[in-house]
């Protein structure tokens, strides 16, 4: 490695060095090692994103699989207990249902080759979950069957989710589709005790989301969500011919636009006041979404984090959701 620092991230240890690659030339040619003041440019394992190394800055670029790349800079994450806000992920940090997302994902690609049988590859884990419905498609796509179209992928895809959902709703769905996080009611009520607002953050758009929180609250007996979280964030409604979307598969994670929103505008919490806002999430796109829109990250076992080769990014990583509260809640 060229340098010893990374700026936003610190020194370069065994770690960075395991979990982060090297490369000559990055932002899809735009950054090149030696020119322009890169000093060098880093790839977590599952090179979603490129750190622009500086003298004195970092800059992130997120790739895109729809088109739309873009470059962000990486702030410190300097984090101050007792936290004045949390910001939560959904699928596989509070509702354990990736396993039935990653499984939809398949059944598109299944009915996208015609083939009943199909199964996703364990390599394939780190890109379908954690962006956008439309990037886990593309992947799907690019490397299973490159003659089809995202916009086919996603007919498919929402013909598959609005009847599974109806089916959930109605309790007669996939079994345990969506299960609470062990621990997420203990962890939610501590975190309302002591004052602590709450977010939750999804990239999941509101159609997927909405019956997950519900599904867990019903299974906690904890209430109405919209009561209970100070802020729900998702990636809000599909676009489809004859209604009206909203933005959302073009700034997923790993962008920082959903954590960004939530706590800015959903909690009101300035940016002055980012050091007192900490982020928790099992996936690499996830922990680079906390820490690009400038908050620490708190790791959760379970998800792709190892895979992705993000826990350079992380301030911490636990088993279970309590055990963090002695980081979130200590001065």
């Known amino acids: 490695m060229m340098v010893d620092h990374i700026p936003g991230i610190g020194p370069v240890t065994d770690e960075i060095q395991r979990e982060f690659l090297s490369l000559e030339v990055g932002g899809d040619g735009m950054f090149r090692v030696g020119k322009e003041g890169v000093k060098a440019i880093f790839t977590p394992l599952d090179r979603v994103s490129e750190l622009i190394v500086h003298a004195d800055k970092t800059l992130v670029y997120i790739r895109s699989k729809m088109g739309y790349p873009a470059l962000y800079p990486l702030h410190e994450a300097r984090y101050e207990g007792p936290a004045e806000?949390?910001?939560?992920?959904?699928?596989?940090?509070?509702?354990?249902?990736e396993h039935f997302w990653i499984w939809v994902i398949e059944q598109t690609t299944a009915r996208l080759l015609g083939n009943a049988g199909f199964q996703l590859e364990a390599e394939d884990e780190p890109h379908v979950s954690g962006h956008s419905v439309s990037e886990h498609l593309s992947y799907?796509?690019?490397?299973?069957?490159?003659?089809?179209?995202v916009e086919e992928a996603r007919r498919h895809y929402f013909?598959?989710?609005?009847?599974?959902?109806?089916?959930?709703?109605?309790?007669?769905?996939?079994?345990?589709?969506f299960e609470p996080?062990?621990?997420?009611?203990?962890?939610?009520?501590?975190?309302?005790?002591?004052?602590?607002?709450?977010?939750?953050?999804?990239?999941?758009?509101?159609?997927?989301?909405?019956?997950?929180?519900l599904s867990a609250f019903r299974t906690l007996k904890m209430g109405d969500p919209l009561e209970f979280y100070d802020a729900i964030i998702s990636a809000g409604h599909a676009i489809r011919k004859g209604q009206c979307g909203t933005m959302g598969e073009l700034a997923p994670k790993p962008h920082p636009w959903l954590?960004?929103?939530?706590?800015?505008?959903?909690?009101?919490?300035?940016?002055?006041?980012?050091?007192r806002v900490i982020g928790m999430e099992d996936s690499g796109a996830g922990v680079v979404s906390i820490r690009l829109a400038g908050f620490s990250a708190i790791g959760v076992e379970g998800g792709?984090?190892?895979?992705?080769?993000?826990?350079?990014f992380l301030a911490g990583k636990v088993s279970r959701l309590v055990d963090a509260l002695p980081m979130i809640l200590d001065k």
Do not use: Q
């Open 140 to 149: 799907c796509i690019d490397k299973y069957c490159p003659d089809k179209t």
């Open 159 to 177: 013909d598959i989710v609005h009847h599974e959902m109806s089916e959930i709703m109605a309790g007669r769905g996939r079994p345990n589709a």
């Open 304 to 312: 792709n984090i190892d895979r992705s080769g993000s826990n350079p």
């Open 85 to 97: 806000a949390v910001l939560m992920d959904l699928d596989g940090t509070s509702v354990h249902s």
């Open 259 to 275: 954590y960004a929103e939530t706590a800015r505008v959903g909690l009101g919490i300035d940016p002055s006041r980012r050091h």
């Open 181 to 213: 996080a062990p621990g997420l009611d203990e962890f939610l009520y501590k975190l309302k005790e002591n004052g602590v607002k709450i977010g939750l953050v999804t990239s999941g758009l509101y159609e997927k989301a909405w019956p997950e929180v």
